[in-house]
Nanobody
């Protein structure tokens, strides 16, 4: 059973940066895609970014393109989300997820993290 633990969230001002990390334990995720999803208050969960198992392919939702960057360190079973130029509308609980690229694009996953709060003030 893979467990995912996120870290790096917090409260920042608009324009600031944050880096989220997600460490997988209990099993290897080296052959799985990994993703970050987010859920803002009163809204449905949406995916923010996905990275393939090799790291060669990434995919972003339009609202974060050019500002967020997803990366992974396979040796450390870790995925990162570098968030720059943060906006108040980025405020949400961010979730790490693991699965195939295809199911992650369908807002599904084999494993989910518990989520971490990111709050951006104007």
């Amino acid at each position: 059973q893979v467990q995912l633990v996120e870290s790096g969230g917090g409260s920042v001002q608009a324009g600031d940066s944050l880096r989220l990390s997600c460490v997988a334990s209990g099993g290897s995720v080296s052959r799985d895609a990994m993703a970050w999803f987010r859920q803002a208050p009163g809204k449905e969960r949406e995916f923010a970014a996905i990275i393939s198992w090799s790291g060669s392919s990434t995919y972003y939702t339009d609202s974060v393109k050019g500002r967020f960057a997803i990366s992974r360190d396979t040796a450390k079973n870790t995925v990162y989300l570098q968030m720059n130029s943060l906006r108040p509308e980025d405020t949400a609980v961010y979730y790490c997820a693991v699965g195939s690229f295809a199911i992650l694009l369908r807002d599904e996953a084999d494993y989910w993290g518990q989520g971490i709060q990111v709050t951006v003030s104007s």
